[in-house]
C-alpha cells in the first residue's frame, strides 16, 4: 500500500456512518445525564432552605406556647414551698481589717508671753510660755 | 410539579441552543473519539462526556465557528486521557455483507479494519492529529489549536503517524 491509497482510505473512512444505536445510546445516556443536574439542584436547594428554617428555630427563643405545652397540668395537693435563699459564698477570703494607729501630731499652740514692766523703764521682764500645760 | 418545571426552565436556559448543537455535532464527536480510542462505547462514554461538559459550560460562544472546535478539543482530550489509563484496544467487528458481489467491498471494509487495529497501535498525540487532519479533513491549523501545539508539530506528527500506519498495514499485506 503506498501513501495515496492510505490517505484515500482514510478519506474514505471519513463517510462511514456513526451506528444508530450508538447515537441512540449516546443520547439517553446524555439525556439522563442532563436530566439528572436539575434535579438534584433543586434537592440542595430544598435541603438548604429547610436547614436554614431549623436553624432559625433553634436560634429563636423559646415562645408561651412551647412553656405552657411542656409544664405539667397544676394540682391542688402541690404543695408549695418557699424558695430557698441561696447560699452566696464569697469567691475570695475576706481579709481582716489591720487597725494602725497614726501617731498624732503635736498640736500647734500660739506662744504665751507677758511682759512686766517695772519702774524702771529700761527694765522689762518678759516670760514666754511655750506650751501651756507647764505652769511658770 | 409546575414549580419544578418552572425551576428546570431557569436552571437550564438555552436548552434549545444547547440541542441544536448536540444534533449539528453529535456524529462527528462520535466518529473522532471512535478513531482516536477504538470503541463505540468508550466513544459513547466520551460524546456524553463532552456535551455534559458544553452543559454546563453553556452555549454562548462568541462565535458560532467556535463550538465545533470547543467541541473537538474536548473529545480529543478526552479521549488521550481515557487511552492514557488504559491500552487502546479495536473492536473487532465482524464483516458481514449482504450484497451478492460484495468482494470487493468486503476487501475495502477488512482494509478499514486493519487500519483501525494500526491506528490504535499509535501514540495518543498522533493518533489524535491523524483522525482530525487525515479522517475528519480539518485544516492543521485547527487541528494545532485542537492539541494545543504548532501546525509544525502537527505536520511532523502526521508524517510519522502515516509512515508507521504504511508500515504496518504493509507487513499485514491484503
Known amino acids: 500500500m503506498n501513501d495515496e491509497e492510505l490517505q484515500n482510505l ?24 442532563i436530566s439528572r443536574r436539575p434535579h438534584w439542584k433543586i434537592a440542595a436547594w430544598l435541603v438548604s432552605c429547610a436547614a436554614v428554617a431549623v436553624l432559625a428555630l433553634l436560634i429563636q427563643r423559646p415562645t408561651a406556647v412551647h412553656r405552657i405545652a411542656d409544664r405539667p397540668a397544676f394540682t391542688h395537693e402541690r404543695q408549695f414551698r418557699p424558695p430557698e435563699t441561696p447560699r452566696v459564698d464569697s469567691p475570695t477570703p475576706v481579709r481582716q481589717a489591720i487597725h494602725r494607729t497614726r501617731r498624732r501630731k503635736p498640736a500647734e499652740y500660739p506662744q504665751l508671753a507677758i511682759r512686766i514692766e517695772t519702774p524702771d523703764p529700761e527694765v522689762v521682764i518678759l516670760l514666754i510660755a511655750d506650751q501651756p500645760e507647764r505652769n511658770f | ?17 444547547f440541542d441544536q448543537i448536540v444534533r449539528r455535532h453529535e456524529a462527528q464527536v462520535l466518529r473522532i473519539a471512535y478513531r482516536v480510542l477504538g470503541s463505540w462505547a468508550d466513544a459513547e462514554d466520551v460524546a456524553q462526556d463532552v456535551f455534559v461538559r458544553l452543559h454546563r459550560h453553556g452555549t454562548d460562544f462568541p462565535q458560532d465557528a467556535a463550538i465545533g472546535p470547543w467541541l473537538y478539543r474536548v473529545a480529543v482530550n478526552l479521549c488521550i486521557d481515557r487511552s492514557r489509563r488504559k491500552r487502546p484496544t479495536s473492536e473487532l467487528r465482524e464483516v458481514v455483507s449482504s450484497h451478492p458481489s460484495a ?72
Not at chain 1, 444508530?20 to 439525556?31: C, I, K, N, Q, Y
Open chain 2, 103 to 174: 468482494e470487493k467491498e468486503l476487501l475495502h471494509s477488512e482494509r478499514k479494519r486493519l487500519l483501525m487495529l494500526a491506528l490504535a497501535t499509535l501514540p495518543a498525540k498522533e493518533r489524535a492529529a491523524v483522525v482530525l487532519r487525515e479522517i475528519e479533513g480539518i485544516s492543521t491549523a485547527e487541528v494545532a489549536a485542537i492539541l494545543g501545539s504548532s501546525e509544525a508539530t502537527v505536520r511532523s506528527q502526521v508524517s510519522k503517524a502515516i509512515a508507521r500506519l504504511r508500515t504496518q498495514l504493509n507487513s499485514e499485506s491484503i
Open chain 1, 10 to 33: 482514510l478519506r474514505d473512512m471519513r463517510d462511514d456512518p456513526v451506528p444508530p444505536d450508538s447515537l441512540v445510546r449516546m443520547r439517553a445516556g446524555l439525556e439522563h445525564r
Open chain 2, 1 to 17: 410539579m409546575q414549580t419544578a418545571a418552572l425551576i428546570l426552565a431557569i436552571t437550564v436556559p438555552g436548552e434549545a441552543a
